[in-house]
Nanobody
Framework: QVQLVESGGGLVQAGRSLRLSCAAS????????MNWYRQAPGKERELVAK???????NYADSVKGRFTISRDRAKNTLYLQMNSLKPEDTAVYYC?????????????????????WGQGTRVTVSS
């Protein structure tokens, strides 16, 4: 099972920035799709941003122009750069990875198909 660990959440004032990170136990560039979701109190989980293995990205309309999803091959980490934060961005943010297969960090093993989630990191934006 592929493990995902998010970090970088916290309390920030509106208009400021945060960068979330998601470390994976599989080579992220071999993963078909990696997503950032969020769930605000009392609301359903929503897709915020996604990136495919070939680097294509998509964003929710509510974050377009403010958030950027990216990957670092050397650090094997997925990021979500969040700028111009608003109180309505307050939520728990989750990293999600979906793959038919992906390589282990050492490249020696191949994971079976998976749809893995991290534990979440809380972002609170004060007005």
């Amino acid at each position: 099972q592929v493990q995902l660990v998010e970090s970088g959440g916290g309390l920030v004032q509106a208009g400021r920035s945060l960068r979330l990170s998601c470390a994976a136990s599989a080579r992220i560039f071999s993963i078909n799709v990696m997503n950032w979701y969020r769930q605000a109190p009392g609301k359903e989980r929503e897709l915020v941003a996604k990136i495919t293995a070939d680097g294509n990205t998509n964003y929710a309309d509510s974050v377009k122009g403010r958030f950027t999803i990216s990957r670092d091959r050397a650090k094997n980490t997925l990021y979500l750069q969040m700028n111009s934060l608003k109180p309505e961005d307050t939520a728990v943010y989750y990293c999600n990875a979906i793959a038919d297969h992906a390589y282990s960090l050492d490249g020696e093993n191949l994971f079976a198909p998976f749809d893995s989630w991290g534990q979440g990191t809380r972002v609170t934006v004060s007005s």
